[in-house]
């Protein structure tokens, strides 16, 4: 989603926002998930990645669901300290036994509004049953 200045200028110069609806999770970035630079590890990043894209897998699925795949991930900027990390899911697709969900993470500066989209990719989850096998996405 983007917003144009109204003056004409070059898509290059266009605002990003974060999507209009709640995000699936929410969270502070930490020292204790940053480097000695101040920069916050990718591995955390995905990991809240994960556990937001699994709030609409799992409520789609009716159960459990186990991450299967990580496709096209993207780190555009990266999260300091500070930071309020927000994460973005929605379904992108079903299959059989499958859910794809495109997540975007958005970060709101510690000193200030600026909100800057930090990381987005597609994760995909499969349902599975209590043995932890794929069991078919619920149709109804």
């Given at each position: 989603m983007t917003r144009s200045s109204g003056s004409g200028a070059t898509p290059e110069a266009e605002l990003e926002i974060p999507p209009a609806e709640e995000p699936a999770l929410r969270t502070l970035a930490m020292p204790a998930d940053a480097n000695p630079n101040g920069d916050v590890?990718?591995?955390w990043v995905l990991a809240?990645?994960?556990l937001a894209g699994a709030v609409p897998?799992?409520?789609l699925a009716r159960g459990r669901i186990a991450t299967v795949?990580?496709?096209a991930l993207r780190f555009h900027k990266p999260v300091m300290i500070g930071d309020l990390v927000s994460c973005y899911a929605r379904i992108e697709r079903v299959g059989t036994t499958s859910i794809a969900v495109r997540i975007q993470t958005w970060a709101r500066r510690r000193f200030g509004d600026e909100n800057v989209k930090v990381t987005e990719g597609i994760f995909v989850y499969v349902s599975?049953?209590?043995?932890?096998?794929p069991r078919p996405v619920p149709k109804d």
């Open positions: 590890f990718g591995g809240q990645m994960d897998a799992s409520a795949a990580v496709e599975i049953d209590d043995s932890g096998r």
